[in-house]
């Protein structure tokens, strides 16, 4: 398997590669079990890797540019991969950043410019992880929950399917997996238990890196 490591994954460009997850499958027990591990990242996240590839094998200039450029320049990418690129270019930027979040030996909070960010729009990081949960139990079928810099300020946002905030100009600071996939296995319906769950375990050093003052 590729060695890249996943926060790269915005940096790549032609032909994708799926980033190591870096720790073992059971590293997230009990939070996220290890066969929805081995499924989600070998299958769903690789899946999206290999569809980008074959959607833009044919097309040399597009392997020119960036994951992040190809997501940011949607309405410029030829109609007849566009799709394509939005849904597996985004599968792949939003799972790269999604498994460093689970990462072991985690930082159960964030620290420096992030956690004061945090304190500051919404009151303390138990508030962030209150508006986190609330809206992604809310977000309807399929898609991500993020906490998002929008010129510096923090908030939260939903996205359907794999649309991804950079597409926005928002910048994901952490993004968290509300599709079935996810947690169906050990959770069946209850997304929000499954939520609880991740949340409570998020490697926040992870986060700390993706905000900029
Ligand atoms: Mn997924």
Not at 37 to 50: I, W
Request: neutral net charge.
């Amino acid at each position: 398997m590729d060695q890249l490591q996943s926060t790269d994954v915005l940096m790549q460009r032609y032909p994708f590669a799926l980033p190591a997850l870096g720790y073992a499958l059971d590293a997230v027990e009990p939070a996220v079990d290890s066969r929805t591990m081995s499924v989600h990242h070998a299958g769903h996240h690789a899946t999206y890797v290999a569809n980008l590839n074959r959607a833009i094998e044919s097309d040399t200039a597009l392997h020119q540019l960036t994951l992040r450029e190809l997501l940011t320049r949607l309405p410029t990418i030829p109609e007849s991969v566009r799709t394509s690129v939005r849904n597996d270019g985004g599968g792949h930027a939003n799972h790269g950043q999604f498994w460093p979040l689970l990462a072991p030996n985690r930082a159960a909070q964030p620290s420096g410019a992030l956690g004061q960010a945090i304190t500051r729009d919404f009151g303390s990081l138990a508030g962030c992880v209150t508006a986190l949960k609330q809206a992604g139990t809310g977000q309807f079928g399929s898609g991500w929950v993020w906490l998002v810099s929008d010129n510096g300020k923090l908030r939260v946002h939903t996205t359907s399917n794999q649309d991804t905030p950079i597409s926005e100009r928002l910048v994901p600071i952490m993004g968290v997996d509300v599709w079935e996939h996810a947690y169906y296995l050990k959770y069946q319906n209850k997304r929000a238990d499954y939520l609880d769950a991740v949340l409570a375990r998020l490697n926040w050093s992870a986060a700390d890196t993706r905000y900029q003052v």
